[in-house]
Nanobody
């Protein structure tokens, strides 16, 4: 089993930045081979894909391209989401997720079998 814990959420003004972290614990000996991602869910909306990283390849939702970056530190078993130029529409609960050595689509929730509890990001206008 792998446990994921997000941190770094908070309240920020539009145009500001935040960095989310997601630390993995438990069965992490092969963390470097995991596909890792961030999803988000705004009130009244379905959970949506934000960004993912598998090995050194990254992919982003169109809505965050050019503003968000995803990275990971295998030594720390941690994945990060750097969010710049934040907008009110980025307000949501952000979740990280992981799957071990999968070739499935990174943009599907069903790909991932480990999920964190989420961290709230609120962007004020």
């Amino acid at each position: 089993q792998v446990q994921l814990v997000e941190s770094g959420g908070g309240l920020v003004q539009a145009g500001g930045s935040l960095r989310l972290s997601c630390a993995a614990s438990g069965r992490t000996l092969t963390f470097s081979t995991y596909a890792l991602c961030w999803f988000r869910q705004a009130p009244g909306k379905e959970r949506e894909f934000v960004a993912a990283i598998r090995w050194r390849s990254t992919t982003f939702a169109d809505s965050v391209k050019g503003r968000f970056t995803i990275s990971k530190d295998n030594a720390k078993n941690t994945v990060y989401l750097q969010m710049n130029s934040l907008r009110p529409e980025d307000t949501a609960v952000y979740y990280c997720a992981a799957v071990g050595n999968s070739r499935a689509s990174l943009q599907l929730q069903s790909t991932y079998n480990y999920w964190g509890q989420g961290t709230q990001v609120t962007v004020s206008s």
